[in-house]
């Protein structure tokens, strides 16, 4: 089955504790992107990938990282979350950018305490 | 700053009823957009595409576009109470797709 996979669905943390969420797509897309989702903000794009070892900043990027040394996976990295991290969110990938929508995981619950 | 405008709702409509959702674009070189429906706590389903000014339909859902007034909109027709959900337009950059807030659709049998 085609998909985009994330782990894990829910995670509660504590503050300054880093961890990562993972992102795996089985479709060959080239290009994956990670979305938070807050009441009243909508989606907000934290980072993009148009391919293998090539990341750029979406709109909110502060406190992550991401990295793509292969192309089904796209981690999202938070060194010292904090708080106002918490959130819904979501990867997506694509065949490529532009014409194409998107595929999302099924979103990973955060809560930072 | 590309925005994606639509009204919050909630659009409350009758079961069999039309739904009309609305959404405008500031990008004008957007070429394409995209319609998503998310249920609450999950993630968003892509529904509908569309490239090309004018209609788009697909069993119950028609989408519309008018580039000249950056203007998309998507009709569901004999709405469900299983339509209940939030709609999300998007519209493609080089780079991203921007997304609305989204419409939320309310549908009472």
């Known amino acids: 089955e085609a998909q985009v996979t994330q782990n894990p669905r829910y995670l509660i943390t504590v503050t300054g504790k880093k961890l990562t969420v993972t992102c795996s797509q089985n479709?060959?897309?080239?290009?994956m992107s990670w979305y938070r989702q807050d009441p009243g903000l909508g989606l907000r794009q934290i980072y993009y990938?148009?391919?293998?070892?090539?990341?750029d900043k979406g709109d909110v990027p502060e406190g992550y990282k991401v990295s793509r040394k292969e192309k089904r996976n796209f981690p999202l990295i938070l060194e010292s979350p904090s708080p106002n991290q918490t959130s819904l969110y979501f990867c997506?990938?694509?065949?490529?950018?532009?014409?194409?929508?998107?595929?999302f995981g099924s979103g990973t619950r955060l809560t930072v305490v | 700053q590309k925005e994606v405008e639509q009204n919050s709702g909630p659009l409350s409509v009758p079961e069999g009823a039309i739904a009309s959702l609305n959404c405008t674009y500031s990008?004008?070189?957007?070429?394409?957009f995209f319609w998503y429906r998310q249920y609450s706590g999950k993630s968003p389903e892509l529904i509908m595409s569309?490239?090309?000014?004018g209609d788009k339909e697909d069993g119950r859902f028609t989408a519309q576009l008018n580039k000249a007034s950056q203007y998309v909109s998507l009709l569901i027709r004999d709405s469900q109470p299983s339509d209940s959900a939030t709609y999300l337009c998007?519209?493609?950059?080089?780079?991203?797709?921007?997304f609305g807030k989204g419409t939320m659709l309310l549908v009472s049998p």
């Open positions: 569309i490239y090309s000014n």
């Open positions: 998007a519209a493609s950059g080089y780079s991203t797709l921007t």
């Open positions: 990008d004008r070189v957007s070429q394409s």
């Open positions: 997506a990938s694509s065949p490529r950018t532009g014409a194409y929508g998107y595929t």
């Open positions: 990938s148009m391919n293998v070892e090539a990341t």
């Open positions: 479709m060959n897309h080239e290009y």
